[in-house]
């Protein structure tokens, strides 16, 4: 599974090594307590509907990007700081990744899982 970023006609991978949090257990702990990520890695909160999504970086000790998308269309994008950032927006699927890593993308842009 990747997760690929579409924009003016290019695609690129932003990122190889995905792990999907679909449970509310993994939801609920989501990077809290990792020591880091590689470059190459994802973790994607998939839901049912688009709503409200909030992500909080409480016990995650390294930055990371925060993408929402509803329907694959990125709907924000925001650099989360290491234990004080906070992010919400609205989206049926919610990308953390790399810090550094969306720094491509942008609203209105296409973001998905590609199996």
Do not use: C
């Not at 090594?17 to 989501?30: H, R």
């Not at 909030?54 to 269309?73: G, K, N, Y």
Request: proline share 2%; charged share 25%; hydrophobic share 45%.
């Amino acid at each position: 599974m990747r997760v690929v970023h579409e924009s003016d006609g290019r695609s690129e991978t932003l990122a190889n090594d995905v792990e999907t949090a679909d449970s509310f257990l993994s939801q609920a702990k989501g990077l809290m307590f990792r020591l880091s990520v590689p470059d190459d890695y994802a973790l994607a909160f998939r839901f049912d509907d688009v709503a409200a999504r909030d992500v909080h970086m409480v016990f995650v000790p390294f930055s990371l990007d925060a993408v929402w998308t509803a329907d694959d269309e990125v709907q924000q994008i925001k650099r989360l700081s290491a234990w004080t950032g906070l992010g919400k927006a609205n989206a049926d699927t919610l990308f953390e990744l790399s810090a550094g890593s969306a720094s491509g993308v942008s609203v209105g842009d296409t973001v998905r899982l590609v199996e």
